[in-house]
Structures are given as structure tokens and as C-alpha cells.
């Protein structure tokens, strides 16, 4: 471990985790509250939710050796905070959410699934992962819009480093950042309120209702809005982990954390880039100490969840969101070359790229799986009946060989 360590890794994963919990925190609360949490049990279940994720990503990422970064379900909190509140209260919802966990440690079981995860394109993976980032790389120009101050100081503070030492670049728009939110969104000790919050232990009940209206939705979009992206955000940047036992141990660490108010933990998208690509590190085999260190901010993050909550809810969105985007620059260039390399699959990329960029949702999932269906459909009937070339014309055609020879 000590031979493999990097230091760009671990400030990547830093970043990530800043990343998700600024960008989502207010989503997870809402949706917790909108299914009959109390304000105790929805800060139980966020502090479930970060030490879960934390250590499941800090789990898998010390027995893969690779970065298999957790989060919790944005798109679940999202259908969560769409729902009405459910027959039998938030007990009744806390049962569907041990379903909902239940029934993707099954999925991990299932190894068709895992196959067609593997078999995606290398073109179509990367097309999605470029659509992924897209709305974060745009946040540096969204942040120039809206804090035109506070925006073009951290983008020249990133440029004017990154013109001398480009690795530096983004920790040092980081601490800029950071500074800038203290200095204009000053938190008082009152407003932090407690440091941490008290665990707060539901006693599930199960009911058709709940199942119905929460369980198996959470199920199907936490699969297909994070699960099946995470893979194939990772496959795009060279890791093809197995696919049973990330989905089992997520589920696993769902259930764990249901009692206490958390809905789900899964694979992250978004912030799989940060720690997968290049940003952290240039040395693949190095890349996991980013989800490692990544999983020990989640974990942090719980353990003191009531001042970091207060102090990211009066920062600014869009300077946390600009900070990411200037980081994953280089991976969007990066995903947008592999993605058109190929001639064949190219229309098909544009098109997956497109779809999961457009933030287009169906049935509550999101637009990276959508994405993944139109571009893979679209290479399908491509390559649909295709003529095989004969042994004759294969040969005409070689190098050296004439029609009379």
C-alpha cells in the first residue's frame, strides 16, 4: 500500500466527495422528509447514508485495488421527494427501503446482468461517461454567469496554475473556493447546530403500498441511474471489475443502513470520473487511494454531518459544481476522443452522447441509461445484417494479391 500511494489520488478523492455531498445533500434531505421523515430521522439517515457509503466505497476499493467509488442514490432521493407520504409513515417507507436493498444483493446474483454490462462498446461507454460530465464541465461558464466575481476568481486561479504546474491547478482552486465561501457565506456557531446527529433506529413495517410505490421503483432506478453507469464509467477508463459482487455489496451496506433512515447506497456515476480518470493520477494502478480517500471523507462527513450540512447548505452550489468542472475537463476531452475514434460506432456514440446530456427521464430513470439504450440500438441495426465477406473477396483484397494470381 505504502509502494502504491499517491498523493494526487487522495486529494482526487477529496474532491469527489466534496463533489457529491455539496451537489446532492439538500436532494437527500428533501426526499426523506417527503416520505415522513421527522428532522431527526431524516439526519439519521443522511449520517447512515455517508458512513454506509464510505465504508462499502473504502471496502471495495481496498480488496479490488481499484477505484470502485460509492455514493448514495441522487435519483432515488429524487423519487423519494416526488412521492406522497406512503400508508404507515415512515416506518412503512424505511421497509421498502430494505427491500429495495434486498432485492439489488439478488441482482447481484444474476450473471446475465454482469455479461451485458462487459459486453458494452468501449465507444458507447465513453460516449455516456462524456454526457455525464458535460453539465459539470459546463459549471465554470454557469458560475461566470451568475457570481461573475467570485466565478472568474477561481477559473483564472486555475488557469494561472495550471500554465506552471497543471496538477496543482485544481487543489489550489479548491482552497480558493473554499476560502471565497467562508469569506461571503459566513456560518454562524448557532446555525452549525449540533456536530453530529443522533442515530435514530426505525422499526421497519412492510406494506403492499410501500413496496409497490417505493421499494421496487428505488430498486429499478438506482440500477439504471447509477449501478449500471458506475460499471460502465469504470470500463470506460480500462476497469472491468466484476459486476455480482459490487451490486451485492452495496445492497448489503443498504440494508445495513435502512434502520437508521438511509434509502440507498450505489456505485457512483458523476463522481466515478474524478476518481477513475486521469485526474487521479497517471498511473491507473494508483487510481483506487481515490475512492479510498473518497470513502474517508463519506465517512467524515457522517461523523459530523450537522456542521458540514450547514456549512455546504450556504455555499454557493454553483462554486462547488465550477471547482469539479474545471477538474474533469481533461476527462471529457479524453471520453469525447475515445468515443469518436471508431467510424463504425461513431453515429451511435454521438447519439448516446447526446441522450444521456439532454437529461431526458423516464419512469423516474435518468438519462445515462437511456443513453446506453439508444446508442446501443443504434449500433445494433447498424451492424444488423451486415453482408459477411466472402473467402474469395477477403483474399482479392489482401495486400499483394491480383485477380490474376
Not at 9 to 22: D, E, N, P, T
Not at 198 to 210: E, G, N
Not at 293 to 298: E, Q, R, S
Request: aromatic share 8%; net charge positive.
Amino acid at each position: 500500500m505504502r509502494a502504491s500511494f499517491s498523493s494526487q489520488a487522495v486529494f482526487s478523492g477529496l474532491l469527489s466527495a466534496f463533489v457529491g455531498i455539496a451537489s446532492s445533500v439538500a436532494v437527500i434531505v428533501h426526499g426523506l422528509r417527503a416520505v415522513g421523515a421527522t428532522q431527526a430521522e431524516a439526519a439519521s439517515g443522511l449520517m447512515a447514508l455517508s458512513i454506509a457509503m464510505g465504508l462499502c466505497g473504502l471496502l471495495l476499493s481496498l480488496r479490488t485495488r481499484m477505484p470502485i467509488s460509492v455514493a448514495w442514490s441522487t435519483p432515488g432521493a429524487a423519487l423519494l421527494a416526488t412521492s406522497a407520504s406512503v400508508e404507515g409513515g415512515f416506518p412503512a417507507a424505511v421497509g421498502a427501503f430494505l427491500v429495495s436493498g434486498a432485492l439489488i444483493v439478488l441482482a447481484g446474483f444474476w450473471k446475465p446482468l454482469g455479461r451485458w454490462v462487459a459486453a458494452i462498446p468501449s465507444a458507447i461507454a465513453n460516449a455516456m461517461l462524456a454526457g455525464v460530465v458535460l453539465g459539470l464541465c459546463l459549471a465554470p461558464v454557469r458560475a461566470v454567469a451568475e457570481e461573475p466575481l467570485l466565478g472568474l476568481i477561481i477559473v483564472a486561479v486555475w488557469a494561472a496554475v495550471a500554465k506552471f504546474k497543471r496538477v496543482y491547478a485544481v487543489p489550489a482552486a479548491v482552497i480558493v473556493a473554499m476560502a471565497l465561501i467562508a469569506a461571503t457565506s459566513p456560518v454562524s456557531r448557532a446555525e452549525l447546530g449540533p456536530l453530529w446527529p443522533d442515530p435514530v433506529l426505525i422499526a421497519p413495517t412492510f406494506s403492499a403500498t410501500a413496496l409497490i410505490g417505493i421499494g421496487l421503483p428505488l430498486f429499478l432506478v438506482t440500477t439504471a441511474s447509477q449501478n449500471i453507469p458506475g460499471l460502465a464509467i469504470l470500463a470506460a477508463n480500462g476497469y472491468r471489475p466484476e459486476a455480482g459482487p459490487l451490486f451485492r455489496m452495496t445492497g448489503l451496506f443498504s440494508m445495513l443502513a435502512a434502520p437508521f433512515g438511509a434509502h440507498a447506497v450505489n456505485l457512483a456515476a458523476i463522481t466515478a470520473a474524478l476518481c477513475a480518470g486521469p485526474e487521479a493520477g497517471p498511473d491507473p494502478s494508483r487510481r483506487w487511494w481515490a475512492a479510498a480517500a473518497a470513502g474517508l471523507g463519506f465517512v467524515l462527513f457522517g461523523v459530523f454531518a450537522g456542521a458540514a450540512t450547514a456549512f455546504i447548505s450556504a455555499a454557493p452550489p454553483i462554486l462547488i459544481e465550477a471547482v469539479a468542472g474545471l477538474a474533469l475537463l481533461g476527462v471529457l476531452g479524453s471520453a469525447i476522443l475515445a468515443a469518436v475514434a471508431d467510424p463504425e460506432a461513431r453515429e451511435a456514440a454521438v447519439i448516446t452522447f447526446l441522450v444521456t446530456a439532454s437529461g431526458l427521464s423516464f419512469f423516474g430513470i435518468r438519462g445515462a441509461f437511456w443513453g446506453l439504450v439508444a446508442g446501443g440500438a443504434m449500433l445494433a441495426w447498424t451492424r444488423w445484417r451486415r453482408p459477411i465477406p466472402s473467402a474469395a473477396s477477403v483474399a482479392a483484397a489482401a495486400p499483394g494479391r491480383s485477380a490474376g494470381r
